[in-house]
């Protein structure tokens, strides 16, 4: 446990030191800005970027059962270490809207240990009512101010974003493919996190369901220019026991996912709009996912409204 704790602050400490000399040199040098990335991957080491020369792309996982894996013995170094082995970037980490000292402690060393490994930790907040103004509106608003205070208090351990799962979709009035009539009322409350987020260094995300791509183009013009990111959650293509191989399911995930990222920009080109993550679940697929997921970053890695891909969830069954 020493040994293992030992090695990421080490680890941590030699990027520290890494990123101080890439600012000595860009500061002493006069270089242009255009020259930032290549001084990031030389100086702070393999993985610093994408193989096309850009920021890597997303590779998230939801842990919803936050409590139970931080009680756990290990918790955070076993999270961290999945992270690690399936080449994940960020941590969606639930949240609850009560939480006692002891839960915001391990918070705070759940995200000191995932930033060791040059992990993000977004606090995941979700709600089936926040897109209607008022009291609901006002609940989730008052939980994200709630990470705004969390990381006053923990300046070291900070989380770097909100992950919003709100899903008004669930409601009865809201049931049907061709029923978005919460959109507006969505987007708005995507706009507000915004408002209390940014300003405190936050990114925010938020999770859609697919059929919310297939509105009009003044409706997807408004959830897309409502947030930065956008989470495509990509389920039930297939089940593990339909009888499909490994390629056909993986050519049914690369053909869905263009199709849908077409869809969802059609005529919107070139207005400085949200970026996609694409998410598959573990149900779908069993121990083929990695597998999917590979073919989600081949299909889509040239388009420039993709962003990665999302894994739902570590506490699913892989069997």
Known sequence: MESFENSHA??????????????????????HVACVWMLCSILLGPG???AEGGPPVVHGVWVWKSPAMLEAPHGAERLSDFCN????????????ARREKSEENQLARLITVLHRSNVRAEALLSSTDADEPGKHREALLDRVRGIVQFNHDHPKERFDGIH???????RV????????RFLPGLADAFRAVRAVAEPAGMTV?????????????HQRKMLLSAVPRLTLMMYELGSRGNGESAEQKAEKVEKTSRKLLDLAYDGLANQH???????????DYGKLLSQMLEALDDANRTNPN??????????????
């Open 205 to 217: 995300s938020a999770d859609i369901q697919t059929k919310l791509l297939k509105g009009d183009l």
């Open 173 to 180: 009035e809201n049931k049907g493919a061709g029923n978005p």
């Open 10 to 31: 080490l680890s941590g400490r030699l990027a520290d030191v890494r990123a101080q000399g890439a600012e000595i040199l860009v500061a002493r040098t006069g270089i």
């Open 164 to 170: 919003l799962d709100v899903e008004p979709q669930q």
């Open 306 to 319: 993709y962003l990665g891909w999302a894994l739902h969830s570590n506490n699913d069954d892989a069997k």
């Open 273 to 283: 709009l949200a970026r996609m993550v694409i998410a598959l679940r573990t149900p």
């Open 85 to 96: 082995s399936q080449g994940i970037n960020e941590v969606y980490v639930s949240v609850s």
């Open 48 to 50: 610093a970027l994408s």
